[in-house]
């Protein structure tokens, strides 16, 4: 396991760097943890510094909690499921959502897919490069992201 601590949100460049260091090519990551710890903003960083290293325009990052899925035209693609609201025990409904899709084109197109609430889904299904473990840090404002690479 790899753990990346973040004091504040000026930490998140950083973290989102180092996690596209360690990732180059993408791949499909479940992002777990409680509501409110960052997942989204983390996901935002991510953008942010892949447009940043483009040097292009910075689309609109928002939660896909009512839309599901979100798709930003950053090089490679990034693809932004979240399955809080969702109960996706059945496989067409993957299908349904765009999943499929997402899966395919960041295997053949580097691309990156995150996935907020992957539990909602059978885990064996959603076929994950790794896990993200968001927790809350010992300070206000402190996060944790702990990698599991057990998914390879």
Partial sequence: MVTFQILNLQDLPASASWFLNLYPKGGIFGLRGPLGVGKTTWVKA?????????KGK??????PSFVVHQIYGTNPPVEHFDFYR????D??????IGYWEAF??????NGYVF????EKADLGQLKLTDELLFSFGPTEGARSIEIKTQFR
């Fill in 46 to 54: 991510v953008v942010a510094e892949l447009v940043n290293r483009q």
């Fill in 115 to 118: 996935v907020e609430w992957p």
């Fill in 104 to 109: 395919e084109k960041s295997n053949h197109e």
């Fill in 58 to 63: 910075m689309p609109r990052v928002v939660s």
């Fill in 86 to 89: 969702l109960e996706l025990k």
């Fill in 91 to 96: 496989p067409g409904s993957l299908i349904e």
